[in-house]
């Protein structure tokens, strides 16, 4: 096996294997479970001390959500401060493991993200435990393809540059966090998830990640949305059968990850086309039949992606007025 489908091989095995896990147990907010599992298996390399501190810090971070939303879901103006001291604090704890994808990973599995349905809108706290423990289900997911398919012996990958974040940093994506809660539920209240989703993983991006790096996932994005878009069309509107779904899904992100192993600088773009794919497709036990319902899922996605911009843009330009204040000063 080549060091292209190495990778390939492994991505696609892992998205079969969570969705194989989500169609038996027919379980809730599966998409949570693709999130993680096409995160965790596309990175380069695989250590088990470091899946067992993001899994043990994705239940701890469960918790305090479900703690958040058990006490302040009901009075609006405490739960959005409560939920910006959530992200702050998840955040702040997350960074400390200097691992973008750990900071990712939580976003996917925090609880007061709520999804439209039974288990979610009528308790609180078995509702936190299904997204925590769908976050789990692709953590394991990813844990087993890589003993199924090893990294190659003697392979030494070029491992992503470490990531610090100040608490300035984790109060910006705790804002991101809070308007993109608040954006969603205003403009599209059935999906408001999705702008969570998609804002606050953009936002850690866009704090991380070089220019050049952000305009290929930029584009990966775009890619992801619009190749997600017409393969639901398609399925809809010519099957409804499962298992051809899990065929096209598994190809699709083993195509990516050959792509993002074959070229370097385009594997951000294979990874944010990943994100940006899985959000619309992951909805299981069944592909959608509803094309109106996909398109609000992509547009509360979007918006959650266009907000953490426009913040991130305005923090830039407070820290650029700030420096300019203190050197008025320092001059005087």
Same mark, same amino acid.
């Given at each position: ?5 190495? &990778?390939?091989?492994?991505?696609? *095995? ?29 990175? &380069?390399?695989?250590? @088990? ?5 993001? *899994? ?29 001291? *959530? ?8 960074? @400390? ?33 299904? @997204? ?56 599209? &209240? ?26 290929? @996932? ?17 399925l809809s509107a010519s099957t409804n059968n499962v298992a051809i779904y899990m065929i096209v899904v598994c190809c699709i992100m083993g195509a990516v990850g ?21 959000? &619309? ?52």
């Open positions: 096996m080549s060091d292209a489908w190495r &990778p390939a091989s492994r991505l696609a *095995l892992a998205v079969a294997l969570a969705l194989l896990v989500i169609l038996t147990l027919k379980f809730p907010h599966s998409f949570r479970a693709m999130l993680a599992v096409s995160l965790l298996a596309n990175l &380069p390399s695989f250590r @088990r001390s470091t899946m067992r501190q993001r *899994l043990l810090l994705v239940w701890i971070t469960g918790t305090m959500g479900i703690v958040v939303e058990a006490l302040f879901l009901d009075a609006p103006w405490l739960y959005a401060p409560a939920y910006l001291l *959530l992200i702050y604090i998840t955040m702040a704890m997350a960074s @400390r493991s200097r691992d973008a994808a750990t900071m990712t990973l939580l976003v996917y599995g925090l609880s007061g993200s709520l999804i439209s349905g039974k288990i979610a809108d009528s308790a609180p706290i078995m509702g936190g435990f299904y @997204r925590t423990l769908a976050v789990t289900i692709g953590i394991f997911a990813a844990a087993v393809v890589f003993y199924i398919i090893p990294l190659r012996k003697g392979y030494r990958p070029q491992l992503p540059e470490p990531v610090h974040f100040t608490g300035r940093d984790t109060f910006f994506l705790g804002v991101v966090g809070v308007i993109c809660l608040v954006g969603g539920h205003t403009f599209v &209240p059935e999906n408001r998830v999705f702008a969570i989703m998609g804002g606050i993983p953009w936002g850690i991006q866009l704090l991380s990640a070089s220019t050049s790096s952000l305009r290929v @996932r930029l584009v990966g994005a775009v890619l992801g949305t619009l190749v997600a878009m017409f393969t639901l069309s398609v050959y792509l993002g192993s074959s070229i370097p600088w385009v594997k951000p773009g294979c990874a944010q086309f990943a994100v940006c794919f899985m959000i &619309p497709t992951g909805m299981l036990p069944g592909p959608i039949q509803n094309f109106h319902q996909v398109f609000s899922i992509v547009e509360a996605m979007w918006l959650g992606i266009i907000l953490a911009s426009l913040l991130y843009y305005l923090h830039q330009w407070l820290l650029v007025v700030e420096r300019a204040v203190e050197g008025t000063s320092h001059g005087v």
